[in-house]
């Protein structure tokens, strides 16, 4: 497709279960962002990748939460131990280049945490 | 305390009618960025500004950086229902990157 795309678009987890959250970015993007966006706010930034580096994972709230891209494409948003506080938009966003500010982002991931 | 301050919070006006939503921060940007998300949907941008004074017009979406760029407004004359949506403004943090940091975003409804 054209754009960037996420799935699942939605997902329901009881609290204590592990989900992963995929993101097929725009081909030939060397930037990957995921951000979270709870309800009522802006989105907030967790992590960047620039190809299949992790080069900042300083929005990662916890532990809990790990992302990879380990060809440098698709990127997988891990989360264990889901708690409450998880509820949440994931959104992942591409760019073409490294210093872009044009980001791209997908329709998101809706995580709702029972 | 946010970064960037967006106001009103929420704007429910009617069709035809004009209105302006504003962003600001005690900081000052090399430039910043306008997006709407629609439900359900990631933001989409609408404009970058990057120049103190600049003004930018998009149909009929009018952007201004303020002349000290820390703050910014989005004026849209004659709403029409399909302007309905979350408009976010946003800076980048460069550090060999380009991060976004968001406002908590204006969620405007125009009605019929």
């Known amino acids: 497709g054209a754009g960037v795309s996420q799935s699942p678009r939605y997902k329901v987890a009881k609290r204590g279960q592990d989900v992963a959250l995929r993101c097929d970015p725009i081909?030939?993007?060397?930037?990957l962002f995921w951000y979270q966006q709870a309800l009522g706010q802006g989105p907030e930034f967790l992590t960047y990748?620039?190809?299949?580096?992790?080069?900042?994972k300083s929005g990662l709230p916890s532990d809990r939460f790990f992302a990879e891209r380990p060809e440098g494409s698709v990127s997988t948003l891990k989360i264990q131990r889901t708690q409450q506080e998880d509820s949440a938009v994931y959104l992942c966003?591409?760019?073409?280049?490294?210093?872009?500010?044009?980001?791209?982002f997908g329709p998101g991931t809706r995580l709702t945490v029972l | 305390t946010q970064l960037l301050e967006q106001s009103p919070q929420f704007l429910s006006i009617q069709e035809g009618e004009n209105l302006t939503v504003y962003c600001n921060s005690s900081s000052v940007f090399s430039s910043l960025q306008w997006y709407r998300q629609e439900p359900g949907e990631g933001p989409v941008l609408l404009v970058t500004v990057v120049t103190g004074g600049e003004v930018k017009k998009l149909k009929r979406l009018t952007f201004q950086f303020g002349d000290a760029r820390k703050d910014s407004s989005l004026h849209i004359t004659a709403a029409q229902t399909g302007d309905t949506g979350l408009y976010l403004c946003a800076v980048l943090v460069s550090g060999g990157y380009n991060k976004l940091i968001f406002g908590a975003g204006t969620r405007l409804a125009v009605h019929p």
């Open positions: 966003a591409s760019s073409l280049v490294l210093s872009s500010g044009n980001q791209f």
């Open positions: 081909s030939g993007h060397v930037s």
């Open positions: 990748f620039q190809n299949e580096a992790q080069l900042d």
